[in-house]
């Protein structure tokens, strides 16, 4: 048999199977009918085809390195030179043992610089080995002067103890240091020779790493400052290494105050003075246009700005600036013009005489005879939308003889066997029409027999009690509630009224809603009742574009940072100048405010009540709010955070623990909005006072951000009025404790019932 040549399989090439077979043009373009390339022309389509050439690659590896070296050059600009800025350091212990002064001696110590701790104001040291100037903030444990160091600081070294644990206080202070914004962070032991033998002390290093781990995972060792080699790498870092800063402080100009010093004027009033502050600008360009806020003492206009650089710097001028030489040689570099800020917080007062005509319905005065459903009163009149009573009617009687019988028929006419209404069609209809309020009355109910069990077994005869024993359960009902907290959490928004109180009078400013979301709300309703000088308040219609402007603002003009200038200040009240006055421990700081930032509105907030906080916080409990740099005293009132399309939110009477909200207060305006908002509660001393010091010590309640303000927003009070079910008869429910007068129940008859199972 001849032998016959097969070719291998795996030269065999099966049809492609995304192709169709004897596919036309036309076929081809029905298929495609209607479909859009999910490609555009010209664009790499396959994950192969969008890896980049090796020297596309290249090309951009090198894009990214100068970007980030022109990014690290300019950020480390202000530091650069003899005459740069110094970095500022600021040394937290955590412990009550760990001494602040201490660690900055040994710091300096290992760099071979010995300088004398000057008895006020920050510790200005020079470090020849690195060419950088230090400025050292030493900090006690003390929360507000704290964060006073902490949100101007570049660096912030905090110091453990090698030999007592961090208690709860040192966690609030870390919470609330990382809560205002931090830039790096540095994490040294003290006293670490204490532990004997040495060969413990890495397993005390080791234990002290995950406790700060738990809030800066980043950090990677502990240092010990009882070795000079571990202090000389902390300060090799601190002058090499470029601040993260805090998005907030970026935004603006800042600096923190080297000296202080009074001058008085002949035309200053007795209880002001002037005020020169010297120190390092940072941040934006400083103008002497916009106001600034020195500290706790509020905020106030700039007078002059002048040169203050050091005397064994050389001042060099700045090209194309116009310098003036005042005060025996200081160079005056900015002063304000016509468009400066003034200290008006409210609008101009315009005083209006309205009409009663000219005011809106529900603002002219009237007399109702319902409660406010949506935007309408239902049954104000005299039952004008109740069906007319049915008639006694003979049979027969026409729908145009029936208009002429006026209230009863004589007993010769009707009986009661024999009664019927008109309907539609003008017949008469045996059976009597049923109105809204007789509609669940059942009549002829069968009687139970002795053989036949009853209809319902279950009913019993109630008698009414009396006005005595009523008040007595009524009062024992009461009193098994809990308090109005844990009330408020297990029965949200419910009330209850007393017998001798109207509920239409009590609730006058009440309405009705079918839906808190979808409802229309008519503001004009709520202006009687609006604050003094609402109408004054700050009011931005486009929100992101001002705040864009007011920011943008800042980028191009000003004294440039990193100079050192005297700013003098104008009328400052004396009894600032001596009780809030600058100590090593507790800085003064100075932030030049945005435009309008010191205009009042209705600011909202988020605030986020810890789950392990002890007890809920009650609206409009007066609490310490730290905004940026600047801190109030306020009275919020608590709204849930929701989205609602006619901006109507429901109104919290308590702020639960683990629960989120807004809080909404009249406070000056703050334009970022990555700004945080911290809670503190009032200590005693400062329960009349918007401003707090060291000899206050307030606890960190609450977290939270800033929100775009709304003077519009509406917080929508909700009531629920309960009653006690009292007998229930097939469909007719008598219920207790919810109304007391007939005329109670005709104001509020138009609003839906409800019940856990929905509405009725």
Known sequence: MPEVHHHRSTTKVAHKPFKSRHATKGLIKELTKERIDRHERGSRKTPHQQIMSKLDRRNQAKQLRQMKHQENAKATSVFAGKNGAPRIVAVVPLCEDCDAVEAIRKLNQSVDNNVEIPAEGPWRVRVERFSQSLIYVPVKMDLVAAMNACRIADFIVFLLSSKQEAGEEAEQLIRAIEGQGISNVVTMVQNLDFI?????????????????????????????????????????????????????????????????????????????????????????????????????????????????????????????????????????????????????????????????????????????????????????????????????????????????????????????????????????????????????????????????????????????????????????????????????????????????????????????????????????????????????????????????????????????????????????????????????SNPLTLFSLLRHEHKRTVINTTITLPSTSPSPIASKSPLLIQIGPRRFLIHPLFSELSNTPNDVHKYLRFLHPGQTAVASFIAPLTWSSSTPALYFSVPPASSQAATITTTTSPGLLATGSLLPPSPTRVLAKRIILTGHIYKIHKKLVTVRYMFFTKEDVEWFKALRLWTKRGGV
């Open 196 to 584: 004997q033998p040495a060969k413990k002390q890495p397993q005390v290093v080791g234990s002290l790493k995950p406790y700060i781990n738990h809030f800066f995972p980043t950090q990677d060792k502990v240092h010990s400052l009882d070795s000079d080699r571990e202090c000389a790498n902390v300060i090799r870092s601190l002058c090499t290494t470029t601040p993260k800063g805090v998005v907030w402080r970026e935004d603006r100009s800042w600096m923190l105050i080297e000296d202080l010093q009074r001058t008085k004027a002949v035309e200053e009033p007795q209880d002001q003075a002037g005020v020169v502050l010297t120190g390092v600008v940072r941040g934006k360009g400083l103008k002497a246009n916009r106001l600034v806020q020195v500290g706790d003492w509020g905020h106030f206009q700039i007078k002059k700005i002048v040169d203050a650089t050091l005397p064994t710097a050389k001042k060099r001028k700045a090209d194309g600036m116009t310098v003036d030489i005042e005060d025996g040689g200081s160079e005056v570099l900015e002063a304000p013009d016509h468009d400066q800020d003034d200290l008006d917080e409210l609008a101009p007062y315009e005083e209006t005489m309205g009409d009663v005509d000219e005011l809106p319905i529900s603002e002219a005065p009237s007399e109702r005879k319902g409660v406010l459903l949506d935007d309408h009163h239902y049954y104000s009149g005299e039952d004008e939308s109740m069906p007319p009573p049915p008639k006694k009617l003979p049979k027969g009687t026409s729908s145009y003889q029936a208009a002429w019988f006026l209230g009863e028929m004589s007993d010769s006419y009707s009986s009661d066997d024999d009664q019927g209404h008109i309907d539609e069609e003008g017949d008469l209809s045996m059976e009597p029409s049923s109105l809204p309020q007789d509609e669940p009355i059942v009549t002829n109910i069968s009687e139970p027999t002795e053989t036949t069990p009853s209809e319902y077994p279950q009913s019993e005869a109630f008698n009414d009690p009396s006005p005595a024993d009523e008040a007595h359960e009524l009062e024992v009902y009461r009193s098994s509630r809990k308090t109005s907290a844990d009330e408020d959490l297990e029965f949200p928004d419910e009330i209850e009224l007393h017998p001798s109180t109207l509920a239409r009078e009590r609730l006058s400013r009440y309405r009705g809603l079918r839906s808190l979301k979808s409802s229309p709300w008519d503001i004009t309703e709520d202006r009687p009742h609006e604050p003094q000088d609402y109408d004054r308040l700050l009011r931005i219609p486009d929100y992101k574009s001002a705040r864009k402007r007011a920011i943008n603002e800042t980028i191009v003009g000003g004294i440039p940072p990193g100079r050192r200038v005297s700013i003098h200040l104008r009328d400052v009240p004396s009894t600032l100048q001596h009780t809030h006055r600058p100590t090593p």
